[in-house]
């Protein structure tokens, strides 16, 4: 007999991994602020060629200047018709020194002080190893706000994910820090921004999430979070 949950896995993965940009991770999650504004950003990552480091993927659109990846050497590049589902993409190795995807995003600081940052991962995992943020960090001028932990989302648990972060004052740019753990594979990432002015009640939560961080240098802000 079939179990229904590895049918239920397979039926997930041929739609999140299989059908190629259609299902692409921008469609799944869009961010809670309009794309295309001139105050935001949307970059995507799609790993077909190893050492492929630009944005690439259907979505770009940063008047800033170009994004782009670092690829660390603790990850693995998968090619296309050896991945789940035939896509390439990358596999982690778990070592904490060097299992990492490093996303940097380009900036013009302007008068709104909050940077909304949300990114969403496609790839097949592990419940439990999923791949995740354990760090965002500003650049503004001479000192590095770390990013704030504001909420995740597994959408489809082994398939994709959503992570919110918030960074304050807005950066003149943000670096994203994804850890992949073992066996873990990353096959597109996507990374949507915008600066805003929060309303009253948001700045009192903003402010408490600072509290005790302050504009730590950044080996503070590279710890990862629980």
């Known amino acids: 007999m079939v179990d229904p949950r590895n049918a239920c896995r397979a039926l997930c993965a041929a739609l999140l991994l299989g059908i190629g ?23 995507e990552w799609e790993f077909v060629a190893p050492g492929d480091t630009s944005a690439d993927g259907g979505l770009l659109f940063n008047p800033n200047g170009p994004p782009f990846a670092t690829i660390f050497p603790g990850v693995v590049f998968v090619p296309e018709g050896t991945g789940p589902s035939g896509l390439g993409g990358y596999t982690g190795t778990g070592d904490l020194e060097f299992s ?3 996303f940097e995003i380009p900036n013009i600081p302007d008068n709104r002080p909050v940077k909304h940052i949300q990114i969403q991962i496609n790839g097949v995992w592990t419940p439990g190893l999923e791949p995740v943020l354990t760090s965002v960090t500003g650049f503004f001028g001479p000192t590095f706000p770390p990013g704030v932990f504001a909420g995740s989302e597994e959408t ?20 994203l820090l994804l850890f992949l753990p073992n066996t873990t594979f990353v096959n597109q990432v996507v990374i949507d921004t915008i600066s805003t002015i929060p309303l009253p009640a948001a700045w009192a939560l903003l402010l408490a999430g600072l509290g005790g961080i302050g504009l730590a240098p950044r080996r503070t802000a590279a710890r990862g979070r629980p």
Do not use: C, K
């Not at 940009?21 to 970059?43: C, E, H, K, N, Y």
């Not at 959503?162 to 807005?170: G, M, R």
């Open 21 to 43: 940009t259609a299902a692409s991770g921008d469609d799944i999650v869009a961010p809670p602020w309009l794309r295309f504004d001139p105050f935001s950003t949307v970059q």
């Open 156 to 175: 489809f648990p082994g398939f994709h994910r959503v992570e919110w972060w918030d960074i304050f004052p807005n950066p003149d740019f943000e670096t």
């Open 100 to 102: 990492y995807l490093l």
